[in-house]
């Protein structure tokens, strides 16, 4: 089987960084994925890691450590419109096209 | 493309009656998922389909769950007989790939079973 753990609630003011962290048991591995997810809204995807280290798209970043099962998404100089819900999701090399999601974590951003 | 389309966008429906939730993925993707999101369970993989075929259906919580494929461009969800314990958002997503692609989700259909 497998298990995610991410911080429920994250606070954080407008320009500031904020890193929700994932860590994570799988029987298997292939990758790490996040997706942010608006109220009412559908799941986007974000970032996708297969490989240890940093992997960067704007204001986004994530981050993998495989030996850790460890993971992190950095946003930076946040924006009232990145108030959502962060999702880290683990693919498993026993059924590779399957992802599990982790319960979410709840950003909110403040002026 | 238009992205992956969901249909009803909203069911209210009785306990006891069929609903049926369409998917049509974006085209040229070959994987199909199927999820259902409620707050106590989060997000969950149902069932999902590789080149129209049902590859993985273990999250399929009973046999009142059914879900088909029957073309690369259409997919549907039915729950015979519902029942209020069902009441959640159901998202349908595709992707191109098996593991490096991003899955495409459509906006859900929120279903209530009263």
Request: glycine letters at 8%; aromatic letters at 12%; charged letters at 20%.
């Amino acid at each position: 089987g497998q298990s995610l753990e991410q911080p429920s609630e994250v606070t954080a003011v407008e320009g500031a960084i904020v890193q929700i962290n994932c860590t994570y048991q799988t029987s298997g591995f292939y990758g790490l994925s996040w997706y942010q997810q608006h109220d009412g809204g559908a799941p986007t995807f974000l970032s996708y890691n297969a490989l240890d280290g940093l992997e960067e798209t704007g204001r986004f970043s994530s981050f993998l450590s495989r030996s850790d099962s460890y993971g992190y998404l950095l946003l930076q100089e946040l924006q009232m419109k990145d108030s959502a819900s962060y999702f880290c999701a683990v693919r498993d090399d026993t059924n590779a096209g399957k992802s599990t999601f982790g319960d979410g974590t709840t950003l909110t951003v403040k002026p | 493309d238009a992205g992956v389309i969901q249909s009803p966008r909203h069911e209210v429906t009785e306990m006891g009656q069929e609903v049926t939730l369409r998917c049509k993925p974006i085209s040229g993707h070959d994987y199909l998922f199927w999820y259902r999101q409620t707050m106590m369970r989060g997000l969950e993989l149902l069932i999902y389909f590789n080149n129209n075929v049902p590859i993985d259906d273990s999250g399929m919580p009973e046999d009142r769950f059914s879900a088909k494929m029957p073309n690369a461009s259409f997919s549907t969800l039915k729950i015979q007989p519902s029942e209020p314990r069902d009441s959640a958002v159901y998202f349908c997503a595709s992707s191109l790939g098996q593991v490096d692609t991003e899955a495409f989700f459509g906006q859900g259909t929120r279903l209530t079973v009263v």
